[in-house]
């Protein structure tokens, strides 16, 4: 049985970059083998964390906002979100060993890199049409900020003092085609994102690479092409069209938390809402409003964004607090702040996109979580211990 669940979990780690299908099959069985597994057992396969408040009040807050909302079938469907929590569980249960996290961040690494490796190729062989905005088998915002994950789970362990050499160079080239695919899904929530990462990684582990940072950033702003630069020129010009539609969206988000205030409308999708409460013009062509604390504000209400504002701070502060346990260590260290970095870096890209909405985007972040949750409770375990 445990055999059969961790090759599903490698299987679950590696299609997370390339199938959504698969990775949600895999997920599904993942579920299966873990009923079963304790069903055998007659016992729960489960361990603390310190997010099992945070987690049970975001689940009721759930299921109020389904049954008080505009359309509760639909918010009961996609309340399976919450669902994806059950990740970070899996892996501190299943990933009893050093060794076995180590496997599994090279497993869920390497898919990353592969990805990242066939979005160079069609950007050098494919249709320039194809690729203003590249995505490689996902939309282009879900790959940027797959690829912003991806980069910023192992930064650290670039710059940790102790990383074993190869490894550090092996990763070096790994963030190679990984920033290469983010530069070129020009998203600049994305870019952003990745930037503020990688500052939290440099201020903690190196600072004085901020400069050599600047000059890379300073050098690819001046040698970008056209459409790159204009993208990034757009962010402060308020009169830009995306800017000004999201505007207008955010607009009628605020109209729709004064007439729902305390409990939202749901999690449903907000198309017809957003029409009925925009300006005049507004071309209503989204059904969720391009800002994760806005959305929540609108389909959770008040009090449902106040439990999930408490859960991503609680977040924060049990990775921070795992970061500085471990930091000495190379790979215990570099897990839990490369996975802070993600936890902020998704925050701040979900100013301007619907990330927790995307199931690939938020599948990785669940997964940084854990793998960083695991790392941290076996810091300074023997790599040969059995699983808990």
Do not use: C
């Not at 361990?47 to 987690?55: A, I, R, S």
């Not at 062989?125 to 991806?150: C, E, H, K, N």
């Not at 969206?249 to 409990?263: C, E, F, H, K, Q």
């Amino acid at each position: 049985m445990r055999l059969a669940l961790i090759g599903i979990l490698y299987l679950f780690l590696a299609s997370s970059y390339f199938s959504i299908a698969v990775n949600s099959i895999s997920l599904g069985l993942m579920a299966l083998a873990w009923i079963l597994e304790m069903i055998r057992l007659r016992r729960l396969v489960l361990l603390p964390t310190g997010l099992e408040w945070v987690f049970l009040a975001y689940l009721i807050a759930q299921a109020v906002v389904t049954v008080f909302s505009l359309d509760p079938g639909q918010s009961l469907v996609n309340s399976k979100r919450v669902l994806l929590i059950g990740i970070v569980y899996f892996l501190v249960a299943h990933l009893g060993t050093r060794r076995a996290v180590q496997s599994a961040i090279v497993v869920f690494h390497a898919a990353a890199t592969l990805v990242a490796m066939i979005g160079v190729v069609k950007l050098l062989f494919g249709d320039p049409q194809d690729v203003i905005r590249l995505g490689v088998f996902q939309f282009y915002m879900t790959t940027s900020g797959m690829m912003m994950i991806a980069g910023l789970l192992v930064l650290p362990f670039a710059l940790h003092r102790e990383t074993p050499r190869r490894l550090r160079w092996a990763v070096v080239a790994s963030l190679v085609p990984i920033l290469v695919v983010l530069y070129a899904t020009v998203t600049r929530g994305a870019y952003l994102a990745f930037l503020v990462g990688a500052l939290l990684v440099l201020l903690t582990r190196n600072w004085r690479l901020i400069f050599p940072l600047g000059a890379i950033l300073l050098a690819a702003i001046i040698i970008a092409p056209p459409y790159v630069t204009g993208r990034l020129q757009s962010l402060l010009d308020l009169s830009h069209p995306e800017n000004v539609t999201r505007l207008m969206m955010w607009t009628s988000g605020i109209r729709i938390v004064a007439d729902y205030p305390l409990l939202g409308v749901g999690d449903i999708d907000l198309g017809d809402l957003m029409r009925a409460h925009a300006d005049p013009g507004y071309p209503g062509v989204w059904g969720h409003m391009h800002n994760v604390p806005l959305q929540f504000l609108v389909t959770h209400g008040i009090i449902g964004f106040a439990v999930v504002a408490m859960m991503f701070a609680r977040i924060i502060a049990v990775q921070w607090s795992a970061e500085r346990r471990t930091a000495r260590d190379w790979f215990a260290g570099s897990v839990t702040l490369g996975a802070l970095a993600v936890t902020l870096g998704l925050l701040l890209h979900g100013l301007t996109e619907w990330t927790f909405g995307d199931q690939e985007v938020v599948t990785l972040f669940w997964i940084s979580l854990g793998l960083s949750l695991a790392a941290a409770r076996l810091h300074g375990a023997d790599g040969n211990a059995e699983a808990s």
